[in-house]
Each structure stands twice: as C-alpha cells, then as structure tokens.
C-alpha cells in the first residue's frame, strides 16, 4: 500500500539568504512524495522487577519465548533484593538484562531504571510486567494495534483474568476518599 505525503524538504528565508534580516519570513518547500506504509517494528522492553519470585519468572519468561507477534523483545529484569535463581537465559531467544539491587527500591524507581537501561530508539513499547503473570496466545497484538491506531494513547493495559477464568479489579478511576471508604466498608 502506497500514500502520498507532502514533505517539507527545506526551509529558506524569504529575503536575503545571508542571514542578515532577523525578520526574515519562512518558507516552506514542499514536495509529493510516495512512500510505502510498512508497519512499525513492534520492539517491545519489558519491565520485571523480583521480590524472590524466581520460580514466576522462569515461568513467565517461558510463557514469553512463545510469543510470535512481537519483533523483538528487550527485558530488564530487576532483583530488588537478593537471589539465587538461574533463569537459563542462554536459552531464550530475546535478551535479559538484570539489574541487582544492593538496597531494595521502590515501584516507580526500578521500572525507571528499566526503562533509561535501553536506548529509546531500541524501545517503540515499553511494559510494565508483574512476574506472577502467566501470559496466554498473543497478549501483546491487540495492545500494539490499540497503540498504534490512536496517537493520543500512551498507556493501555490488558484486562486481566484471575485463575477462576473471572475479570480481576485491575483497572479503575483514581480514588476518592468516598470511593476508598465504599471499599473498604465492602
């Protein structure tokens, strides 16, 4: 599929082309170009953080080597305090990067660091991963397609299905001191 684009090649001042006119008008050269509409490379870093769920997350890095609809996959993942789990990661087909803690962080501090761990241009999505999350079929294509359909999205999250095959409580407005008293009367 080709469309076409009309592409701000340059921009010269209107005027004098010495640069000596501080008020000098821009103008745009345009140009119709046809370019080809290839689909993003659907690169995605994700983020892991440990609390000794080693045996979760060998578990969940097995569930992701299945994975098909992802071009590649970058993880971080982050021990915020102390193991002794091997992850085989040589027999993965993305790579790992682990991040060990020597004094335990924070939520937002480890995914942090996860996310500056890889260059940007390497990460066209970035997720956040519970490690006792167990993934089934293709769980990131719709999310990417959501993504990528509406610009004006920067996060989406999947809807999450608890082991009685009903929808957890994963997703809901940010809270109201009536809203958190309902809760917690029940």
Not at 12 to 40: C, N, W, Y
Not at 42 to 55: D, F, K, P, Q, T
Not at 109 to 123: G, M, V, Y
Request: charged share 20%; with cysteine.
């Amino acid at each position: 599929m080709q469309r076409n684009f009309l592409v701000e090649d340059q921009i010269q001042p209107l005027g004098s082309f010495d640069g000596t006119s501080p008020s000098a008008a821009v103008r745009p050269i345009l140009r119709e170009v046809k370019l080809a509409i290839v689909p993003a490379p659907r690169n995605i870093h994700l983020s892991i953080v440990s609390h000794c769920h080693g045996w979760m997350i060998r578990e969940l890095l097995e569930d992701l080597s299945h994975v098909k609809s992802v071009d590649r996959f970058f993880i971080t993942l982050t021990e915020n305090v102390p193991e002794t789990t091997h992850y085989h990661l040589d027999k993965l087909p993305f790579p790992v990067r682990i991040i060990k803690n020597s004094t335990p962080k924070g939520f937002s501090s480890n995914h942090n660091a996860a996310f500056r761990s890889i260059p940007l241009e390497d990460q066209r999505y970035f997720i956040v991963l519970n490690p006792d999350v167990r993934l089934q079929g293709e769980p990131f294509l719709n999310l990417v397609k959501l993504l990528d359909s509406d610009p004006t999205l920067g996060v989406v999250g999947p809807a999450v299905i608890n082991p009685k095959g009903t929808l957890e409580d994963s997703a809901r407005p940010v809270p109201s001191v009536w809203s958190l008293f309902r809760e917690f009367r029940g």
